[in-house]
């Protein structure tokens, strides 16, 4: 890399947001520290509660000039308002999500700790790249992506790389001059000192 880093934030929603609450919750997120981007990620993924959810929390994004991206679901983010896609399979859709979106639509894909499938999806027009998770959490098979892996990429790979699952303030730390970003979900939504006071604290610990 030519110069040192500082890898930003990005943020994941609750899988099961209490609509009533959240809009408030990213609101004074968004306002305490800069966000790179959001992404809806429900379980409950049904046309009618992804509807509701991206009516919810896109004029909160977008009054902000954060981009709201749904997770898989990529023929419904035009409808939805949206600006982009995250692809949990790798490099298996980008292509059919981009021709379905468009150039200027964000698409990312979350590659687990493949290196193989990240520079598939790098090579063929992601416009990021996820690796993780970094320690045991609900994200993929299990297969931790390795510290290693961020620095290679950082080192030999344009394309913006994404670290997320399981992350610690350790870790960020760790991360902050190797990962152009890290995602955060329930590392902040489940916070015994609330989301706004654990992502200050992810910012601090990012420099």
Same mark, same amino acid.
Request: glycine share 10%; aromatic share 4%; charged share 20%.
């Given at each position: ?83 982009? +896609?995250?692809?949990?399979? =790798?490099?298996?859709?980008?292509? *059919? /999500?981009?021709?379905?979106?468009? #150039? @200027?639509? !964000? ?53 913006? +790389?994404?670290?997320?699952? =399981?992350?610690?303030?350790?870790? *960020? /730390?760790?991360?902050?001059?190797? #990962? @152009?970003? !890290? ?25």
């Amino acid at each position: 890399m030519a110069e040192a880093q500082t890898a930003g934030l990005y943020l994941v929603t609750p899988a099961q947001p209490s609509l009533g609450e959240l809009p408030d919750a990213l609101g004074a997120a968004l306002d305490a520290v800069p966000v790179a981007c959001v992404r809806l990620a429900l379980a409950r993924t049904t046309e009618e509660d992804l509807m509701r959810a991206a009516d919810t929390l896109r004029p909160v994004c977008h009054a902000r000039d954060v981009p709201l991206v749904l997770t898989d679901h990529f023929r419904l983010v035009t409808r939805l308002g949206l600006d982009g +896609v995250h692809l949990g399979d =790798g490099a298996r859709q980008i292509r *059919a /999500a981009r021709k379905e979106l468009g #150039a @200027d639509a !964000i698409v990312g894909a979350h590659a687990r700790a493949s290196r193989h499938d990240g520079m598939t999806a790098a090579e063929i027009g992601a416009d990021y790249v996820a690796f993780g998770p970094l320690t045991q959490s609900s994200l993929g098979d299990g297969t931790l992506a390795p510290l290693e892996l961020f620095a290679w990429w950082s080192e030999m790979i344009e394309v913006p +790389v994404v670290a997320e699952g =399981g992350l610690t303030l350790d870790l *960020a /730390a760790d991360l902050a001059g190797i #990962a @152009d970003f !890290i995602a955060l979900g329930d590392e902040i939504w489940n916070a015994p000192e609330g989301p706004v006071a654990a992502l200050r604290s992810y910012a601090e610990r990012l420099g």
